[in-house]
């Protein structure tokens, strides 16, 4: 397969993925992602576990009625569907301006470069 | 003709025009077609659409309603764990694994591993987590079938998983092996369709009033205001914790869910299709509200219990009382058709789970450790085939052993599995540089087993209300093993990793993350493989 031009710095043969691997864009496409993903994991997982932690620690407070029939604890697992949704939609606006245009920015230079050194 | 006779002709009628939409929907375009094979040109709403499909099985239908009958509130925090746990598809495997992969879950395990020992575990792992999933599925139609057939005592209820059992097995495995993308797709809009009819009826019922509806679930229940708060089916707060966690995170590492981001041409694509599947199952979900504090107010505990003593069968006796109640017309029609949906419903799963099964051990284990790459798609069919028959026999057993559980209950412990088994070694081989084969090996197995042996000796199977040893206390005191079992399988695949002395798989790393996260070599993978690449 195609081997890229040898690295200046270090006068090594460097394969594609090495090549990219080093370019600061895939390094600034990987902290963009890490910094994203795992807080909010984090996030929605404590959202989650606490409506099961409630419902096992508190079941008076998740039986408080607030509007009509209504308890607490079934408006908090409605919420769950509404952070569900929210968290969905921020990830997505998130992947579209922060992710999308870098992989494919990294996508075009490398795709014709690969194909250059092939032929 | 006899009501049993009108429901039952009613409900044949149903299921052969579903089967017929089906089949003819599959010959309407050829992308459903060849997508196994010339694949990742599904569009990412079908795609969305046939994840749906896939996860909606007899445990969200027929599981959930029956809980949230019987026991109110905690039933409905099965929703809510399967809907959160699509976030963790989302955000952490849908678009990586899309990059990655190609045509099973073990592709992505194995990347940068040795592979015949990660795909032999991850074979292992995918038909485990199945066979527990279908065990569940097969419970629903035995009986959903008891119920259409008016079948009363034990000997009857084997009787109908065994015989519905055999039937969709042989179904899957010899017709229903084209098309599987339409069966979801008919499915999921069948499944729609019934529970947004049925809900609109229910609250028709109160007037319209939620209030109405859970007041008078709550009276008709006998609980009173407890059966609106939680506490009446898991008391312990522990049994909760564990069973969230299985829920959460089992998604992310059920197989059949996994291997749909392949159909897919874009990591895009594949976020797109999470985002159309979290919709759809969303409102699903909120709708088993509905379904169950609906047929405890309608219903009622006592015909809820006599029909099933889990709770099974509220939803479709629900349409029967919505209809007009039982022996009226109304009443045969509209449960011959929500028994239906739920027919074509666990079909659709069943084989969705049956063919990434079969297929898992005849491209994972028969053709890459067997046959060591050397291919022969003959013998790989016929492979896959035998194996859908074995799975299935086994599943079959299992499930006369469980006809007592609660099917949303019993996928509650295929999940668990998942999450302890798979998940572990998914999020280590896409985000862990150091992870190596000995750890995605361990964490396999012992996620894998552990789960399923503290299953085996939890209360459900030991001791007093389980199948053996009753005279003893179980020795596991969870119904769930989650909370256990998944740190296990991440603790066991960390172990692996740090005690093994083979060499971490760092540069395949790099080109696994490279490829994942841009979508570089997946989309050169037909071309020029980089996997050849980094070795030459």
């Known amino acids: 397969m195609a081997t890229l031009p040898h690295d200046r710095s270090t006068g090594e043969a460097v394969t594609a993925t090495e090549a990219v691997g080093r370019?600061?864009?895939?390094?600034?496409?990987?902290?963009?992602?890490?910094?994203?993903?795992?807080?909010?994991t984090v996030f929605f997982l404590v959202y989650y576990m606490a409506l099961n932690v409630l419902a096992g620690t508190s079941p008076d407070l998740m039986g408080t009625k607030l509007f009509g029939e209504f308890t607490f604890g079934y408006l908090f697992a409605l919420s769950q569907f509404a952070m569900a949704f929210v968290v969905a939609w921020v990830y997505t606006r998130w992947a579209k301006r922060r992710i999308d245009p870098l992989a494919a920015d990294l996508r075009q230079k490398y795709r014709t470069r690969i194909k250059e050194a092939g032929e | 003709m006899s009501d049993q006779a009108l429901s039952l002709t009613l409900f044949s009628i149903f299921v052969l025009a579903t089967l017929g939409i089906t089949v003819w929907a599959s010959r309407q375009t050829k992308t459903a077609a060849d997508f196994y094979s010339a694949g990742r040109r599904i569009r990412g709403w079908q795609n969305g659409v046939a994840i749906s499909g896939d996860y909606m099985s007899a445990a969200s239908f027929l599981g959930i309603a029956g809980l949230i009958s019987l026991f109110g509130y905690d039933g409905f925090l099965y929703s809510v764990g399967w809907l959160v746990a699509y976030l963790t598809v989302l955000i952490l495997v849908a678009e990586l694994l899309?990059?990655?992969?190609?045509?099973?879950?073990?592709?992505?395990?194995?990347?940068?591993?040795?592979?015949?020992?990660?795909?032999?575990?991850?074979?292992?792992?995918?038909?485990?987590?199945?066979?527990?999933?279908?065990?569940?599925?097969?419970?629903?139609?035995?009986?959903?079938?008891?119920?259409?057939?008016?079948?009363?005592?034990?000997?009857?209820?084997?009787?109908?998983?065994?015989?519905?059992?055999?039937?969709?097995?042989?179904?899957?495995?010899?017709?229903?092996?084209?098309?599987?993308?339409?069966?979801?797709?008919?499915?999921?809009?069948?499944?729609m369709a019934g529970t947004v009819l049925l809900s609109v009826l229910v609250l028709a019922k109160f007037g319209f009033s939620m209030n109405k509806m859970f007041a008078d679930a709550a009276t008709a229940s006998g609980k009173g205001d407890a059966f609106l708060a939680p506490g009446l089916r898991f008391p312990k707060t522990i049994e909760l914790v564990s069973l969230g966690l299985a829920l959460v995170l089992g998604t992310a590492g059920l197989p059949h869910i996994l291997i749909r981001f392949y159909t897919v041409p874009t990591a895009q694509a594949a976020r797109r299709s999470v985002n159309w599947a979290i919709g759809i199952i969303g409102c699903f979900y909120i709708m088993t509200t509905f379904l169950g504090f609906g047929a405890a107010a309608l219903v009622g505990h006592q015909r809820i219990t006599a029909a099933d003593k889990a709770g099974n069968m509220a939803g479709p006796l629900l349409a029967q009382q919505i209809g007009g109640g039982a022996g009226s017309f109304g009443g045969d029609l509209f449960l011959a058709f929500i028994a239906a949906v739920a027919f074509a419903t666990i079909l659709a799963v069943v084989a969705g789970l049956t063919i990434t099964a079969s297929s898992s051990f005849a491209h994972d284990f028969y053709a890459s450790v067997i046959r060591?790459?050397?291919?022969?798609?003959?013998?790989?069919?016929?492979?896959?085939?035998?194996?859908?028959?074995?799975?299935?026999?086994?599943a079959i057993v299992f499930a006369s052993f469980a006809r007592g559980q609660n099917v949303a209950f019993l996928v509650g412990l295929a999940f668990a599995v998942a999450a302890s088994a798979n998940l572990p070694t998914i999020l280590f081989s896409l985000y862990w540089k150091r992870f190596t084969t000995s750890g995605a090996v361990t964490g396999i197995l012992v996620g894998l087993f552990g789960s399923l042996l503290l299953v085996v000796v939890g209360p459900n199977v030991m001791g007093p209300k389980g199948l053996f040893l009753k005279g003893s206390d179980p020795l596991f005191p969870l119904e769930n093993p989650g909370i256990v079992s998944i740190p296990l399988g991440f603790a066991a695949a960390w172990l692996g990793t740090m005690l093994s002395r083979e060499p971490a798989s760092e540069e395949r790393y790099e080109e696994l993350r490279v490829r994942a996260l841009t979508g570089l070599g997946a989309e050169e993978a037909e071309v020029a493989p980089t996997r050849a690449s980094a070795r030459t």
């Open chain 2, 372 to 394: 060591r790459g050397e291919r022969d798609e003959a013998a790989e069919v016929r492979v896959a085939r035998i194996t859908a028959l074995f799975i299935g026999a086994i």
């Open chain 2, 98 to 191: 899309r990059n990655a992969g190609k045509y099973t879950m073990a592709d992505v395990l194995a990347y940068r591993m040795r592979q015949r020992p990660v795909r032999s575990a991850a074979a292992l792992s995918t038909v485990g987590v199945s066979i527990v999933y279908l065990v569940a599925q097969m419970v629903g139609a035995g009986a959903l079938m008891k119920l259409l057939l008016g079948l009363e005592g034990d000997t009857a209820a084997i009787g109908a998983i065994v015989g519905v059992g055999v039937l969709m097995i042989v179904y899957v495995t010899f017709g229903g092996m084209i098309g599987t993308t339409w069966v979801q797709i008919v499915k999921a809009l069948l499944l």
């Open chain 1, 23 to 40: 370019d600061p864009e895939m390094v600034e496409l990987e902290a963009r992602h890490r910094r994203f993903v795992w807080p909010a």
